[in-house]
């Protein structure tokens, strides 16, 4: 299992109910804001505005700032957005490789801050594709089971379409070809199960685990990474251990 992304989807659920709501918002409006720009204000025929609406309502995203982000995006009633998606790569601790998404409307700005964190926490920034091959593009859904028998909603998944499926404790990730993502994450939502988050997503084609100091290493940089402003997502080939999840779990 990646881990990290568990990791990340409980990590950002509970987030969204303390003070950095604020942030979250900011970035979920500069993500609406492209989307709309390179698709259309419709999340009708905009399949990619419609799968970040989706996330900015699981946030409790108000919906004015929903609007205002679209018609930002759309280039409605004023400017359009001028930002621009930039994809980093490179090393934390241990060489574990990690990619981040990155939107932007100065890029000495951005690769400066992402570069400082690096250095400071162990890291190191890379040459584009230095570890994108390592890694796979993928739809992607996490589930929140609750009462439901995971075996079964793994194998509801896979009727539906999935690739992959990854079951622990607290979350079901679901892995997709780009092609099947659509009908696969329409299925889960008809099935009621709740969903903590939708995306396309980079997934490490193979996992490195680390002992445990060096994994709450590897984790402190990639949160550092997740604050900046202009970064998005960060993905990892961290491994993450079950027991190492319940333990950050309780803690966050």
Not at 30 to 37: G, V
Not at 153 to 163: F, H, M, P, R, T
Request: glycine fraction near 8%.
């Amino acid at each position: 299992m990646s881990g990290h992304s568990k990791w990340a989807t409980i990590r950002r659920s509970k987030e969204a109910n303390d003070n950095k709501r604020g942030k979250i918002f900011t970035k979920l409006g500069h993500e609406i804001a492209i989307a709309a720009r390179e698709g259309g204000p419709d999340p009708e025929s905009n399949f990619r505005l419609r799968l970040v609406l989706d996330n900015a309502k699981r946030a409790n995203m108000p919906k004015d700032n929903i609007e205002r982000a679209i018609a930002r995006g759309a280039g409605i009633g004023g400017d359009g957005v001028n930002l621009e998606e930039i994809v980093y790569e490179g090393y934390g601790p241990n060489g574990i490789a990690m990619i981040l998404e990155a939107l932007t409307d100065n890029r000495n700005r951005t690769v400066s801050e992402i570069r400082h964190v690096f250095s400071r926490l162990g890291g190191n920034l890379g040459e584009s594709g230095c570890v994108s091959w390592m890694f796979s593009r993928t739809g992607y859904v996490s589930l929140l089971p609750g009462d439901a028998d995971p075996e079964e909603v793994a194998l509801e998944a896979i009727d539906a379409g999935a690739e992959d499926v990854e079951i622990s404790d607290t979350v079901i990730e679901v892995y997709t070809q780009l092609e099947d993502f659509k009908a696969v994450q329409a299925a889960m939502e008809a099935s009621d199960y709740e969903v903590g988050e939708a995306s396309v997503s980079w997934r490490p084609q193979t996992t490195m685990a680390l002992e445990e100091k060096d994994t709450l290493r590897v984790l402190k940089l990639i949160e550092a990474l997740e604050e900046l402003d202009d970064v998005q997502n960060v993905y990892s080939n961290i491994e993450l251990s079950d027991e190492l999840m319940a333990k950050l779990d309780s803690a966050a």
